[in-house]
């Protein structure tokens, strides 16, 4: 990365940003709640190029909810580091969130941006408005690890191979191994300075993708036999109950993949996947297109969000009324009437 390509603004920002990182004894860093591989690699990258770089200093991994990182993902260096937010009593001098457009998405770690010094955001996600000091907003940008490798190569921070590595999984995960419309000639340099530091692409796509537990693929393999399409076949949908995660032994984390397995019908331009949670009378949405049709605006009618290829929210209902309300808006979106449209399941 070449410093005289960054705008004055971003290098005053880079500048700032890193003068609270030298001037911290304490860093902690954050990604969203339900982390995916870009705000798990994104923490990862960058906290471990930090602790290369600052060995005296106490750089600190939050998970923002309880639990542990996703297994799919445990293959990343430093992920046996991650906390759990609500368990850490920590003061940082300086709190870094990655891949998080507001601050309720940081859930438990909320708790220590309020003990925080100074408050640092690196994201790729569209806000209503900024919560930290400094803000690295970029919404064009393929995914935070982008963010944070240009970041690094600005400041001089080596990036080694298992930094690398955690970035290009966060990259390839986010434009799901570059077959997303975001993989975006910026992605792809990216990529290529990443792995001439020494990334492992095989080794990402091995862990990620071709891994997955014989349970999982049974669900899949339920989730696709309930797919159906409506809008002429423009518009595709499937779910998965509670219930059925626990028949085949699979834990919500595994479930990322889904949503993908749905997109992938021939002809469909948007897709939504539902998931109901262990939460009684709740359940999670994923909405993908595989056009220019944005669905961050669906999901942001149910108080969700997200990009204009992928999106999520949260509904307080049942599958049945969560498709009977978001199927007619895809119908809508895709230019096709909604009429006589009812789900039962």
Same mark, same amino acid.
């Given at each position: 990365?070449?410093?005289?390509?960054?705008?004055?603004?971003?290098?005053?920002?880079?500048?700032?940003?890193?003068?609270?990182?030298?001037?911290?004894?304490?860093?902690?860093?954050?990604?969203?709640?339900?982390?995916?591989?870009?705000?798990?690699?994104?923490?990862?990258?960058?906290?471990?190029?930090?602790?290369?770089?600052?060995?005296?200093?106490?750089?600190?991994?939050?998970?923002?909810?309880?639990?542990?990182?996703?297994?799919?993902?445990?293959?990343?260096?430093?992920?046996?580091?991650?906390?759990?937010?609500? !368990?850490?009593?920590?003061?940082?001098?300086?709190?870094?969130?990655?891949?998080?457009?507001?601050?309720?998405?940081?859930?438990?770690?909320?708790?220590?941006?309020?003990?925080?010094?100074?408050?640092?955001?690196?994201?790729?996600?569209?806000?209503?408005?900024?919560?930290?000091?400094?803000?690295?907003?970029?919404?064009?940008?393929?995914?935070?690890?982008?963010?944070?490798?240009?970041?690094?190569?600005?400041?001089?921070?080596?990036?080694?191979?298992?930094?690398?590595?955690?970035?290009?999984?966060?990259?390839?995960?986010?434009?799901?191994?570059?077959?997303?419309?975001?993989?975006?000639?910026?992605?792809?340099?990216?990529?290529?300075?990443?792995? !001439?530091?020494?990334?492992?692409?095989?080794?990402?796509?091995?862990?990620?993708?071709?891994?997955?537990?014989?349970?999982?693929?049974?669900?899949?393999?339920?989730?696709?036999?309930?797919? #159906?399409?409506?809008?002429?076949?423009?518009?595709?949908?499937?779910?998965?109950?509670?219930? !059925?995660?626990?028949?085949?032994?699979?834990?919500?984390?595994?479930?990322?993949?889904?949503?993908?397995?749905?997109?992938?019908?021939?002809?469909?331009? &948007?897709?939504?996947?539902?998931?109901?949670?262990?939460?009684?009378?709740?359940?999670?949405?994923?909405?993908?297109?595989?056009?220019?049709?944005?669905?961050?605006?669906?999901?942001?009618?149910?108080?969700?969000?997200? #990009?204009?290829?992928?999106?999520?929210?949260?509904?307080?209902?049942?599958?049945?009324?969560?498709?009977?309300?978001?199927?007619?808006?895809?119908?809508?979106?895709?230019?096709?009437?909604?009429?006589?449209? #009812? &789900?039962?399941?």
């Amino acid at each position: 990365m070449c410093k005289e390509a960054l705008s004055p603004d971003l290098v005053n920002d880079y500048q700032r940003i890193l003068k609270f990182i030298e001037d911290a004894s304490c860093i902690a860093i954050s990604g969203h709640t339900s982390p995916d591989g870009d705000a798990l690699g994104s923490v990862l990258g960058l906290g471990m190029a930090l602790v290369e770089r600052y060995p005296k200093k106490d750089v600190v991994f939050l998970l923002a909810d309880r639990g542990c990182v996703p297994r799919i993902y445990q293959f990343m260096a430093g992920s046996e580091r991650f906390v759990c937010a609500a !368990d850490t009593a920590c003061a940082p001098d300086l709190f870094i969130s990655v891949d998080s457009p507001t601050l309720e998405r940081l859930a438990d770690s909320v708790q220590v941006v309020e003990r925080s010094r100074n408050v640092v955001c690196f994201d790729h996600h569209p806000a209503r408005e900024e919560f930290a000091d400094v803000c690295v907003r970029r919404p064009a940008a393929a995914a935070t690890a982008v963010l944070i490798e240009e970041f690094l190569a600005w400041a001089g921070i080596p990036c080694n191979k298992s930094t690398a590595t955690s970035l290009l999984c966060g990259l390839m995960t986010d434009t799901g191994r570059f077959q997303y419309q975001n993989a975006d000639p910026a992605a792809f340099a990216c990529a290529a300075r990443l792995v !001439d530091a020494g990334a492992d692409p095989s080794l990402i796509a091995l862990e990620v993708y071709q891994s997955q537990r014989l349970e999982y693929l049974k669900l899949e393999s339920l989730v696709m036999s309930r797919i #159906h399409t409506v809008a002429h076949g423009r518009v595709a949908y499937s779910y998965a109950y509670a219930s !059925d995660l626990t028949f085949y032994g699979v834990t919500a984390d595994e479930c990322d993949g889904l949503v993908d397995v749905v997109r992938s019908v021939r002809g469909v331009e &948007v897709c939504l996947f539902v998931k109901e949670t262990e939460c009684c009378h709740k359940v999670r949405g994923n909405l993908r297109s595989k056009c220019d049709l944005d669905v961050s605006g669906i999901a942001a009618r149910f108080g969700g969000g997200g #990009h204009a290829a992928a999106a999520g929210f949260t509904y307080e209902g049942s599958i049945v009324e969560t498709l009977n309300d978001a199927l007619p808006m895809l119908c809508e979106l895709v230019g096709e009437s909604a009429a006589g449209l #009812h &789900v039962e399941l």
